[in-house]
């Protein structure tokens, strides 16, 4: 590979920036992708992984190998602390990366409303290691309930804190009470699991806010049918190692998950550049930084000034890879420049459970059964390896015949550790 070629480092091998590698697939330049995981991980499924019906190797790929045969691309894994702009080149560990383009797509992570203290007790999802650790919570609050002699240790370990009325917060309720009244039901015998409490908890007035207010309340029905209590309009105060403190009284509950807030990676702070309350770089029309014209910023980091709303999802994020990589390539091949970035919103999916989920594609909305397998087939589809689809359907439809969840165990844990 020739040294005149432009230089293009990606960091991050989210959405977006194995997006942005793609798009650069023929273009006459070196792509270096920079992740400091190995491997790609699908978000949307880790509740899934949390809650034992898949498993890690399911949601996520190694990024080499999702590059492999792309000739101009090379894959290093290591995590990036610093960029100097003026020298153009990204910093990991004890070397540094020079680069004629970069593009920022470091995603974002959760934000515990300056609590970070609170993340030792009410983990979020957002790696697998995430999901891995969550799961084992809710396995071992099992277990541990199992042994208990107390009654009233017996209940709070049966009971678990959802703090969050999204997306992730309603999928994680709705697969709990699925594990609990479902595929454990008959797998104890000196407690019964369907007794479990699973509580959702939202500051907002409503959950899923982001949905029209007749899909809002079939999201809240169909969790009560399943068991969940929606508690709306209450703000956590605290968390700690037994319970949650609320606005108007305490949740005592062994297992709390997070999945309340996030925060943009800080690739605000590493460019010195002006950035929103949710720390997310002010890019451009074309997704570059005001103050430096080859650096672009894409997905969950980006704000993009003249698009207030885009939302922090999947879609945009592809969407935004995708056209920094066509403008980069169109540059160097001296081709027609893309207009702005407009970002196309394709409607909203989420998933309560077993034949539940919620579908809005313009005026057009999906519920119940219908809604679900709408849900399935759009991610089963976007899982990127042929492979991974396949065998993800083919657990799911297992699973949903035999209502179990396959990816049940605990593992490198004593039964007391709580982290
Ligand atoms: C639990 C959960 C469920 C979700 N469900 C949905 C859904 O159903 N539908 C939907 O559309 N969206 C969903 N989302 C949101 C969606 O996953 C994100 O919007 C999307 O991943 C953003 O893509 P991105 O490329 O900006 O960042 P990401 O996909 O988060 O990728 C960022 C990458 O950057 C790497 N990175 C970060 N910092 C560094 C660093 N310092 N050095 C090196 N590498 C770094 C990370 O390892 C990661 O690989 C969900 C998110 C979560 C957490």
């Given at each position: 590979?020739?040294?005149?070629?432009?230089?293009?480092?990606?960091?991050?091998?989210?959405?977006?920036?194995?997006?942005?590698?793609?798009?650069?697939?023929?273009?006459?330049?070196?792509?270096?992708?920079?992740?400091?995981?190995?491997?790609?991980?699908?978000?949307?499924?880790?509740?899934?992984?949390?809650?034992?019906?898949?498993?890690p190797?399911?949601?996520?790929?190694?990024?080499?190998?999702i590059?492999?045969?792309?000739?101009?691309?090379?894959?290093?894994?290591?995590?990036?602390?610093?960029?100097?702009?003026?020298?153009?080149?990204?910093?990991?560990?004890?070397?540094?990366?020079?680069?004629?383009?970069?593009?920022?797509?470091?995603?974002?992570?959760?934000?515990?409303?300056?609590?970070?203290?609170?993340?030792?007790?009410?983990?979020?999802?957002?790696?697998?290691?995430?999901?891995?650790?969550?799961?084992?919570?809710?396995?071992?609050?099992?277990?541990?309930?199992?042994?208990?002699?107390?009654?009233?240790?017996?209940?709070?370990?049966?009971?678990?804190?959802?703090?969050?009325?999204?997306?992730?917060g309603?999928?994680?309720?709705?697969?709990?009470?699925?594990?609990?009244?479902?595929?454990?039901?008959?797998?104890?015998?000196?407690?019964?699991?369907?007794?479990?409490?699973?509580?959702?908890i939202?500051?907002?007035?409503?959950?899923?806010?982001?949905?029209?207010?007749?899909?809002?309340?079939?999201?809240?029905?169909?969790?009560?049918?399943?068991g969940?209590e929606?508690?709306?309009?209450?703000?956590?105060?605290?968390?700690?190692?037994?319970?949650?403190?609320?606005?108007?009284?305490?949740?005592?509950?062994?297992?709390?998950?997070?999945?309340?807030?996030?925060?943009?990676?800080?690739?605000?702070?590493?460019?010195?550049?002006?950035?929103?309350?949710?720390?997310?770089?002010?890019?451009?029309?074309?997704?570059?930084?005001?103050?430096?014209?080859?650096?672009?910023v894409?997905?969950?980091?980006?704000a993009?000034?003249?698009?207030?709303?885009?939302?922090?999802?999947?879609p945009?994020?592809?969407?935004?890879?995708?056209?920094?990589?066509?403008?980069?390539?169109?540059?160097?091949?001296?081709g027609?420049?893309?207009?702005?970035?407009r970002?196309?919103?394709?409607?909203?999916?989420?998933?309560?459970?077993?034949?539940?989920?919620?579908?809005?594609?313009?005026?057009?909305?999906?519920?119940?059964f219908?809604?679900?397998?709408?849900?399935?087939?759009?991610?089963?589809?976007?899982?990127?390896?042929?492979?991974?689809?396949?065998?993800?359907?083919?657990?799911?439809?297992?699973?949903?015949?035999?209502?179990?969840?396959?990816?049940?165990?605990?593992?490198?844990?004593?039964?007391?550790?709580?982290?």
């Amino acid at each position: 590979m020739s040294d005149e070629r432009a230089k293009v480092v990606i960091i991050g091998a989210g959405f977006g920036g194995i997006e942005a590698a793609k798009a650069l697939h023929r273009a006459p330049v070196e792509v270096t992708v920079i992740d400091r995981q190995n491997h790609h991980c699908f978000q949307p499924l880790l509740y899934q992984v949390a809650t034992a019906a898949l498993s890690p190797a399911d949601v996520a790929w190694p990024i080499r190998h999702i590059l492999r045969k792309q000739k101009n691309a090379t894959v290093l894994m290591a995590e990036v602390h610093a960029i100097d702009t003026t020298k153009r080149r990204v910093q990991i560990d004890s070397v540094s990366i020079p680069y004629d383009y970069l593009v920022l797509a470091t995603g974002a992570t959760h934000s515990y409303f300056g609590h970070d203290e609170w993340a030792e007790v009410a983990p979020g999802l957002k790696r697998i290691e995430d999901a891995t650790r969550v799961r084992r919570r809710i396995l071992i609050a099992f277990e541990r309930a199992e042994l208990a002699t107390d009654a009233a240790e017996r209940q709070r370990l049966l009971t678990f804190a959802i703090v969050g009325g999204g997306a992730t917060g309603v999928e994680m309720a709705g697969a709990i009470s699925e594990v609990a009244r479902q595929s454990l039901a008959m797998d104890f015998r000196r407690i019964d699991p369907t007794t479990a409490r699973i509580v959702l908890i939202e500051a907002g007035p409503r959950i899923m806010p982001t949905f029209p207010q007749n899909l809002s309340d079939y999201i809240r029905h169909t969790l009560a049918k399943k068991g969940v209590e929606v508690v709306t309009s209450t703000r956590v105060m605290s968390c700690d190692a037994h319970g949650v403190e609320l606005e108007h009284g305490r949740l005592d509950a062994d297992t709390i998950i997070w999945a309340a807030g996030v925060v943009a990676s800080p690739a605000a702070r590493w460019l010195d550049a002006q950035h929103d309350r949710a720390g997310r770089v002010k890019v451009g029309p074309d997704l570059s930084v005001p103050t430096h014209p080859n650096v672009f910023v894409v997905g969950d980091t980006a704000a993009v000034t003249d698009q207030p709303g885009i939302p922090g999802t999947a879609p945009p994020a592809k969407q935004m890879g995708r056209y920094v990589g066509r403008l980069i390539g169109a540059r160097m091949t001296g081709g027609p420049l893309p207009p702005p970035f407009r970002y196309r919103h394709m409607g909203d999916l989420a998933t309560i459970g077993r034949q539940a989920a919620v579908v809005k594609l313009g005026r057009f909305e999906l519920t119940g059964f219908l809604g679900w397998l709408f849900w399935s087939v759009v991610h089963i589809y976007f899982l990127i390896e042929a492979r991974d689809r396949f065998i993800v359907a083919f657990t799911w439809l297992w699973g949903y015949v035999t209502f179990q969840r396959g990816a049940r165990l605990i593992t490198e844990v004593p039964l007391v550790e709580r982290n």
